[in-house]
């Protein structure tokens, strides 16, 4: 069984610091990954993908893969209270295109 | 712009009654996808359009639920009859190619089955 795993949170970060969001899989035929975030009651809006092992800065934003660890983070700079939402991990693997999501970590960002 | 749109916003039904949710993509793309969010659980894949062609509905939940892509622009899912577990927010996603796949998500609509 396919699985993409977070931890649920609450993550709580001070206004300003970074905020370090999780995610591993289990397939290891996974080969597109990609962050979205969700606000209360919204659909979710994509904002990091990443495709090769490494980092890929945007912004505030740096998506970390990591391939041989089934592990990929997303980094939040200077965080701001705007940043508070549930961040969602979706993973696609080569056969299709389904994403399989995991059940996302809610991040507090505190002023 | 006009990003993926959906309608109803909402909508509540008597179980056995049928509903029809529609999805309009991102102009020019032609991957529609259809995902379920089912309250506590993770969002789940549905099925894949490429244009007006099914590639994969291997996570349609069963014979009840019946998705069409008319022309290869808007979607229609139709659940009929629906029954009390068919409740969530069913999210509609569109791409312009395979070689990215970055997903766009409409803003959905929340199902509730009385």
């Known amino acids: 069984q396919k699985e993409v795993e977070q931890n649920s949170g609450p993550l709580s970060v001070p206004e300003g610091a970074i905020a370090s969001l999780n995610c591993t899989y289990s397939d290891r035929g996974s080969q597109s990954f990609f962050w979205y975030r969700q606000y209360s009651g919204k659909s979710p809006e994509l904002i990091m993908s990443i495709y090769s092992n490494g980092d890929k800065e945007d912004g505030r934003f740096t998506a970390q893969l990591n391939k041989a660890s089934q592990y990929v983070s997303l980094l939040i700079r200077d965080s701001q209270p705007s940043d508070s939402a549930t961040y969602l991990c979706?993973?696609?693997?080569?056969?299709?295109?389904?994403?399989?999501w995991g059940a996302g970590t809610k991040l507090i960002i505190k002023p | 712009e006009a990003g993926v749109t959906q309608f109803p916003s909402h909508s509540v039904i008597e179980k056995g009654q049928t509903v029809t949710l529609r999805c309009d993509p991102i102009s020019g793309h032609d991957n529609l996808y259809w995902y379920r969010r089912v309250m506590g659980k993770e969002i789940k894949f549905l099925l894949h359009f490429v244009k007006e062609s099914k590639q994969d509905e291997s996570g349609m939940p069963n014979n009840r639920f019946l998705a069409e892509r008319t022309g290869g622009t808007y979607s229609t899912l139709k659940v009929q009859p629906a029954e009390l577990e068919d409740s969530g927010v069913y999210f509609c996603a569109s791409s312009q190619s395979h070689f990215t796949n970055e997903q766009f998500f409409g803003p959905g609509t929340r199902l509730t089955v009385l």
């Open positions: 979706a993973v696609m693997t080569d056969s299709n295109y389904q994403l399989i």
